[in-house]
């Protein structure tokens, strides 16, 4: 993210990335995308061979997932809706599977590399993982971690508070009508 320019005497905060809640929605939905990923990846090397084609498209959900906490975790808030959506499709995709994988556990079928039956649990697990990763996501785009203040040099921002233009003044209480 490139720094943006700013005048001289004064430096750029992000109050709300400083906060407690915002800390915590980060590292959640960076810990759900990799979980995501890394079921995903369960489920891509125990099935492979009785995937029908969907290899390609697992592989990318594990790709775009990792891409996705690389971002989350340099505090871009432009992705979270962008996993939200995501999940959404892969819970559907889970939902369907799932009970499949179980149907499958009968004679006449091949074996994939993992039981049948592990297969079918951790592709059930994606879904409240998904459901998981779009409550966070959409609680950190909430958090407007994207919000920027100049402030002048030495000194904080306190929210309620503004900042004389002219360089004069300092903090001061915002008038009250």
Known sequence: MPEA????GYHIERPNREKAASKATK?????LLLASAFLVFVVTVGGWSKLAGMQAIQIAYMLVYLVMAFYVARWN????PLAAALAIILGIFAAIAGPEWFDRDKSGFTSPALNESVVGLVTLIIIPVQLLLIAFSMRGFQQAWNVEVEVPDGQHYEPGMTF??????????????
């Open 5 to 8: 320019e700013v005048r001289e």
């Open 27 to 31: 590292a959640v939905v960076i810990l």
């Open 77 to 80: 808030r432009g992705v979270l």
């Open 164 to 177: 004389d233009d002219e360089g004069g003044g300092g903090p001061r209480r915002p008038a009250t009508a």
